[in-house]
Nanobody, 120 residues
Framework: QVQLVESGGGLVQAGGSLRLSCAAS????????MGWYRQAPGKQRELVAT???????NYADSVKGRFIISRDNAKNAVYLQMNSLKPEDTAVYYC??????????????WGQGTQVTVSS
């Protein structure tokens, strides 16, 4: 199947930047959409940003203009550059990948999550 390894979380002051990385490995034909979600304490998991295999991006309104999602298809990796961070961005961030594990079998996979904490 597919394993996702995330890195790049941490503690940063408001206004600072962090870059999250997520690399997919395992047995699959190809990667489809990739994205980042986050879950703050006591809240539901929410979409942050996604990028299609063709490079089309989508962002939550709360992060537009501050976060940039990108992918490296050769490395099966997705990145999230987070700028101008705010305390309300504090959450566990999860990588999400759609992967074809069979010719017509698309499955959803999640990373283990990485903590991002923004201090005021």
């Amino acid at each position: 199947q597919v394993q996702l390894v995330e890195s790049g979380g941490g503690l940063v002051q408001a206004g600072g930047s962090l870059r999250l990385s997520c690399a997919a490995s395992g047995s699959f034909f190809r990667i489809d959409d990739m994205g980042w979600y986050r879950q703050a304490p006591g809240k539901q998991r929410e979409l942050v940003a996604t990028v299609t295999s063709g490079g089309r991006t989508n962002y939550a309104d709360s992060v537009k203009g501050r976060f940039i999602i990108s992918r490296d298809n050769a490395k099966n990796a997705v990145y999230l550059q987070m700028n101008s961070l705010k305390p309300e961005d504090t959450a566990v961030y999860y990588c999400n990948v759609g992967a074809y594990i069979g010719l017509h079998s698309l499955r959803d996979f999640w990373g283990q999550g990485t903590q991002v904490t923004v201090s005021s």
